[in-house]
């Protein structure tokens, strides 16, 4: 290796064995998956390695111009994980889900409750975000708004505003 080959490996901002392009994609798949473990296992980077490139200048940069430059690629991708999970839940919620039983092998057996639960409970927030519907529902009474308002006012401390005197500096 050239001193100026280590130079541009080590001496720069980005100081790494792995080119931007094979960093640029690695981010890209992040952006889409943010489950570092798992992206590392599939690139066959360090989980140390990544750790450290997100503390970089260049990983917020990169990270910057991959949502500006290719936002509709990365929402594209993104509708079809959902898609295929979509697709994948429906079968599920209809068949079950598959289990192996011994003396039997793959079953199908229902989809348990909570699960059930989870699924509509995500799935309604998801429809009521895309209809711009509140998503949470607080309860608030008369009651309780005028107990926050007492202890409000007495917690407060008084104060003076009474104006002072002003003083005339132009007699002797």
Not at 69 to 83: F, G, V
Not at 139 to 161: G, P, Y
Request: hydrophobic residues 35%.
């Amino acid at each position: 290796m050239t001193y100026e080959q280590w130079q541009s490996r080590y001496l720069t901002e980005e100081s790494s064995n792995y080119d931007r392009e094979f960093r640029f994609k690695f981010l890209s798949d992040y952006l889409l998956n943010p489950n570092l473990a798992a992206i590392c296992r599939t690139h066959n980077v360090p989980y140390d390695t990544a750790l450290s490139w997100k503390k970089r200048d260049w990983w917020h940069e990169m990270a910057e111009e991959i949502l500006a430059n290719h936002k509709e690629e990365l929402l594209a991708k993104q509708r079809a994980i959902l898609e295929r999970t979509y697709d994948e839940l429906g079968d599920r919620l209809v068949n079950g889900d598959e289990q192996y039983v011994p003396n039997e092998g793959h079953v199908r057996v229902k989809v348990r409750a909570n699960h059930l639960a989870t699924i509509a409970d995500t799935t309604l927030k998801a429809n009521q975000l895309l209809q711009g519907k509140a998503t949470q529902i607080s309860h608030v009474t008369i009651e309780s708004l005028a107990d926050k308002l007492r202890t409000i006012t007495q917690e407060a401390t008084v104060i003076d505003v009474t104006p002072e005197p002003l003083l005339d500096d132009t007699k002797g």
